[in-house]
């Protein structure tokens, strides 16, 4: 039976790896590093890529295929490679397509580790990154030199909640013959198909909503054909390769994604409709709010808003400072996308690096706060930033 015609929900769940003589109904860890030949024939065939086979799990493994393979589905892209992490996941992927001297145009607002990477790392191979402000999209063609070769953007970003406009950006690349790669993480492959707008590759950190649980780390990069050969033949040498448990764990993750970003999406919403008409608020950010500055956008793009909700704290430093030590359920965490609600300060943590006028172009000011929210009860999740607020 042919699953390309199911709907997304169909296919999270229904993809699998073919099943064994002992027909199990869950697929099973295949905890290996490697896997044996009937003869030298059959390993000269698979080494010399004659064959579709396993052959060392730096390469590939029953467990990373399947999710791989619903990931693809998930995207509507053709193949992919699986990471350890979603910054395995960035970085190999623009190491394998980039020269020393190429040019990256980026958006200004990106992950933390991937703007220390165009600052810092990617220099050294005297690779350039300019960036253009996430609302202004149409900057992009004016940055664009004789040795660009990739425009790079997240959507939304984190943590300003910016969104980018991803038919734009598709079409630009498409005029320049420029590849276009998405980090995709904030709003998971239900939400929105960054291929359908002109996407060459998007790239997810799998340890966030596609864990959903707070469990593992991965990274998982999709796209074109030709394009993830490349980036498999760089990783294949160079290792960054997702362990088949962390693999096994995110495929099962895949199966309840649509069911657990529905509610992520309800409980973010109402929460950010709770702040927005709270006094000791200034602002609230959240893509499907009408306040949004990219509200049509959203709308157009995204199928929900997601779980990420950024707003800003009276009383700047020492208001951040209060509401963060009064917080009782909730956690103060670095990460996101967890079932459990998650607040963090950007400005002295995941930030802190950035020079204060940065912070500024990437929306990120003193008393801002970046809300992960979770799966528990949405009255429960408001009554205690309701009362952190209070102490303000
Ligand atoms: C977390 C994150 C990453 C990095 O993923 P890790 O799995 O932590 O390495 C990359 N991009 C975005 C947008 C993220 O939120």
Not at 113 to 128: G, M, R, V
Not at 155 to 177: F, Q, R, W, Y
Not at 190 to 214: E, W
Not at 354 to 370: H, P, Q, S
Request: net charge negative.
């Amino acid at each position: 039976m042919s699953l390309e015609s199911h709907n997304f929900e169909t296919q999270a769940v229904r993809t699998q790896t073919e099943k064994t003589q002992f027909l199990e109904h869950s697929t099973p860890m295949y905890l290996t590093s490697g896997f044996v030949f009937e003869d030298s024939e059959e390993m000269r065939a698979a080494f010399a890529e004659e064959k579709d086979r396993n052959l060392y799990s730096r390469f590939s493994n029953p467990n990373t295929t399947e999710f791989v393979d619903k990931i693809c589905k998930l995207e509507g892209a053709e193949d992919g490679y699986a990471f350890a992490t979603g910054m395995a996941a960035v970085f190999s992927t623009f190491a394998a397509l980039l020269d020393a001297g190429d040019h990256i145009v980026s958006a200004r607002s990106v992950f933390g580790s991937t703007h220390s990477l165009f600052t810092k790392y990617f220099p050294k191979w005297n690779i350039e990154t300019s960036y253009f402000p996430v609302n202004e999209v149409d900057k992009v063609e004016s940055l664009i030199q004789p040795n660009t070769k990739i425009i790079y953007a997240e959507s939304p970003t984190n943590p300003g909640v910016d969104v980018l406009d991803l038919e734009l950006l598709g079409e630009i690349a498409k005029k320049h013959e420029l590849l276009l790669i998405i980090d995709n993480c904030f709003a998971t492959p239900y939400l929105q198909n960054p291929i359908k707008f002109g996407a060459d590759l998007v790239i997810h950190s799998a340890t966030k909503l596609i864990d959903g649980q707070g469990r593992v780390l991965g990274g998982v990069t999709v796209g074109k054909k030709e394009l993830i050969r490349e980036i498999y033949l760089f990783s294949r040498n160079t290792g960054p390769a997702l362990s088949p448990f962390n693999a096994w764990v995110l495929s099962k993750s895949l199966e309840t994604l649509a069911v657990r970003v529905d509610r992520h999406c309800e409980n973010a919403l109402k929460l950010a409709e709770f702040l927005e008409s709270h006094p000791k608020v200034n602002w609230v950010k959240y893509p499907f709010l009408k306040s949004h500055p990219q509200y049509e956008v959203a709308k157009k793009q995204m199928k929900l808003g997601g779980n990420i909700v950024a707003f800003e704290v009276k009383n700047g430093v020492d208001g951040g400072k209060t509401f963060f030590d009064s917080i009782k359920m909730c956690s103060l965490s670095a990460n996101l996308g967890d079932t459990r609600t998650i607040v963090t300060h950007p400005a002295s943590t995941t930030h802190s690096k950035l020079a204060i006028e940065d912070k500024l172009t990437v929306g990120i000011t003193d008393g801002m706060v970046r809300c992960s929210v979770g799966l528990e009860h949405i009255d429960d999740i408001i009554a205690d930033l309701e009362q952190a607020l209070e102490k303000i």
